[in-house]
């Protein structure tokens, strides 16, 4: 009893964190909103008005995709580390990432127009982690093992060629560009990319509902798991897809964010215990209330620069993690 | 209820047991037994279904093992596994619950009020029922033991497997958990079981497999297979059995006899 009440809490004090944070995330920035002026403008979506396009036009679409970006990256980094049972697995390990970058660096430097990198993003990352995905697969199906070597080796490569073309940009302001995305940002991005990062993270997300059962069963081992009526083959090959959904929709508008997928699995399992379960629904929050929080600052900190919300997040993200921890292991 | 014919095992090129014909029934409580790394474990997981054979077939409730999905199999037998690393954190209760996985659609989070129902016995009737909430890290070697037990039970195939169910325990704790093994056989299951420990063996079952050099040496009730010869043979060094004074049976070895 005891446990489903921590559980419960834990979800309703992410899920109100949650709430604060895409208030914060409207109403802050260039031009502050008070919390009344944020309800007005959200339950009056046909009202005009400065109050109304700022929100509408500007906020919204953004803090979404923010939220849809942080719940897409905890998801995946969720479904991977108990696929795999290891906690020091990122949702990037399967080389999504870096194969957007490369691509979306590749199309910086040949001059291609902004509006298509998220559609680029999107299929590179898909492909790139499939790719990696069919490494890994060996006589008897896929290996964990092979999965996390070639999701390396794969990164490393497109990493490499990534910096070469860095180097290699036509201008100094195509390299800048590159970085940029490289640093993970999300300017730029409307209703219209929202929609198309939306319907790939659902149906990623439906698919990883239905493989939280057998995740949960691996974690008593995967001969237990097999012995249990889990289809080892199908749970991976579905995780897999699941988690490439995920991180492609998330690159796609976002960009390289790191640390995400890799902490809200730790936080989450902190506060709720490691039942698959609890920690996927309760990483849709957690994720998605880190992510608007760090946007909302890379905004407004230092106006009218915009800070990199990957940088950001590293910086941020990485001492609070390790401070973390280190209290855990001291108090276990 | 599990048939066996002609298997041959191994992983990759290398061919651990060939020639093995056996068969598990109904309300039998069977003991495989054999030196360490003569294949009992790797005969067990064929027999479960959890390791394809390089040739022959394995027949489980007359239907080939290949051709049954995970979840039918796991509906027909059950296979504990006594080595494998659990997560510390899974309570009791969620852990034998996982037995119930088989006999709902793989996709559903969550079993209905027959299968709270199914745990609950399970859990009852290997004595767990006070610890269902405790994690499994918190347990001894002796209740992890049991949970997986319950777990099997909660699967409720008329077929259970298990790979020294016994190891790690204390002598009491191995022969209750004998004792629990016996119960489930004299109820019409059909179980069979590795064990390390011969004179285990001998006090609790009916019937034993010995396995050595690369096959199946002796397949029979305990007075046919426990003899001296078979298992020398076996265990490749002089094995002598005894009788103790109230006529139950005991291997030793020659070393230990002379040293007496």
């Known amino acids: 009893m005891t446990?489903?009440?921590?559980?419960?809490?834990?979800?309703?004090?992410?899920?109100?964190?949650?709430?604060?944070?895409?208030?914060v995330g409207i109403a802050a920035g260039a031009v502050g909103l008070a919390p009344s002026a944020v309800w007005t403008a959200l339950t009056h979506p046909h009202a005009t008005g400065d109050v109304a396009a700022i929100v509408w036009a500007l906020r919204l679409p953004r803090v979404l995709i923010a939220m849809l970006v942080g719940a897409a990256l905890a998801v995946s980094g969720s479904l991977l580390q108990g696929m795999l049972r290891n906690g020091l697995v990122d949702p990037y390990l399967t080389g999504g990432s870096a194969g957007a970058a490369f691509t979306i660096a590749v199309a910086i430097a040949l001059g291609a127009s902004p509006p298509l990198f998220a559609?680029?993003?999107?299929?590179?990352?898909?492909?790139?982690?499939?790719?990696?995905?069919?490494?890994?697969?060996?006589?008897?199906?896929?290996?964990?093992?092979?999965?996390i070597l070639a999701g390396i080796a794969v990164s490393a490569l497109f990493a490499g060629l990534t910096t070469l073309v860095i180097m290699l940009a036509p201008s100094a302001s195509a390299s800048l560009s590159i970085l940029a995305w490289l640093g993970g940002s999300l300017v730029g991005h409307g209703w219209n990319d929202l929609g198309w990062a939306a319907l790939y993270a659902a149906i990623g997300t439906i698919v990883a509902a239905a493989v939280v059962p057998a995740l949960n069963a691996i974690r008593l081992g995967d001969t237990r798991a097999m012995a249990l009526g889990v289809d080892m083959e199908r749970t991976r090959w579905l995780t897999l897809v699941a988690s490439s959904l995920l991180v492609a929709a998330a690159v796609s508008v976002s960009g390289v964010i790191g640390f995400v997928g890799l902490i809200v699995p730790h936080l989450v399992r902190a506060m709720c215990g490691a039942d698959t379960r609890w920690t996927v629904p309760a990483s849709i929050p957690a994720g998605a209330t880190i992510v608007v929080l760090a946007d909302t600052i890379a905004r407004t900190a230092v106006p009218p620069i915009e800070l990199p919300i990957g940088v950001l997040l590293s910086l941020l993200g990485v001492p609070a993690f390790l401070f973390i921890a280190f209290r855990r292991r001291r108090a276990a | 209820m599990i048939e066996a014919t002609g298997l041959v095992l191994g992983y990759g090129d290398r061919v651990v047991l060939r020639d093995v014909d056996v068969a598990l029934g109904a309300h039998e409580l069977v003991a495989i037994v054999g030196p360490n790394g003569s294949g009992k474990s790797t005969m067990l997981r064929a027999l479960a279904g959890a390791l394809a054979p390089q040739h022959g077939t394995v027949r489980v409730d007359d239907r080939p093992a290949h051709v049954l999905s995970a979840a039918e199999r796991a509906r027909h037998v059950a296979l504990v596994v006594a080595e494998e690393n659990a997560d510390g954190d899974v309570t009791v209760r969620d852990a034998v619950a996982m037995g119930r996985l088989a006999h709902r659609p793989w996709w559903r989070w969550n079993g209905g009020p027959e299968d709270d129902a199914i745990v609950d016995a399970a859990l009852e009737r290997v004595d767990l029922t006070s610890l269902a909430d405790r994690f499994l890290d918190t347990l001894s070697s002796?209740?992890?033991?049991?949970?997986?037990?319950?777990?099997?039970?909660?699967?409720?195939?008329?077929?259970?497997?298990?790979?020294?169910?016994?190891?790690?325990?204390d002598l009491a704790a191995a022969y209750a958990t004998l004792d629990i093994l016996h119960d489930l056989a004299a109820d019409?299951?059909?179980?069979?079981?590795?064990?390390?420990?011969?004179?285990?063996?001998?006090?609790?079952?009916?019937?034993?497999?010995?396995?050595?050099?690369?096959?199946?040496?002796?397949?029979?009730?305990?007075d046919a297979v426990f003899r001296s010869e078979l298992l020398s043979r076996a265990y490749g060094a002089n094995i002598a059995v005894r009788r103790t004074t109230d006529g139950a049976m005991i291997a030793v070895p020659e070393r230990a006899v002379r040293r007496r």
């Open chain 1, 3 to 23: 446990l489903t009440l921590r559980r419960g809490l834990s979800l309703a004090v992410l899920l109100a964190l949650l709430i604060v944070a895409v208030m």
């Open chain 1, 119 to 147: 559609g680029l993003a999107f299929v590179a990352a898909l492909t790139t982690t499939l790719g990696v995905a069919s490494l890994a697969r060996s006589g008897r199906g896929v290996s964990p093992e092979r999965l």
């Open chain 2, 142 to 169: 002796g209740e992890r033991q049991r949970v997986w037990i319950a777990t099997a039970l909660a699967q409720q195939s008329p077929t259970m497997l298990l790979d020294e169910p016994t190891s790690h325990l």
């Open chain 2, 188 to 222: 019409g299951a059909a179980i069979g079981v590795v064990l390390h420990d011969l004179n285990l063996a001998v006090a609790c079952v009916d019937r034993v497999i010995l396995v050595g050099d690369g096959t199946v040496l002796a397949d029979g009730p305990v």
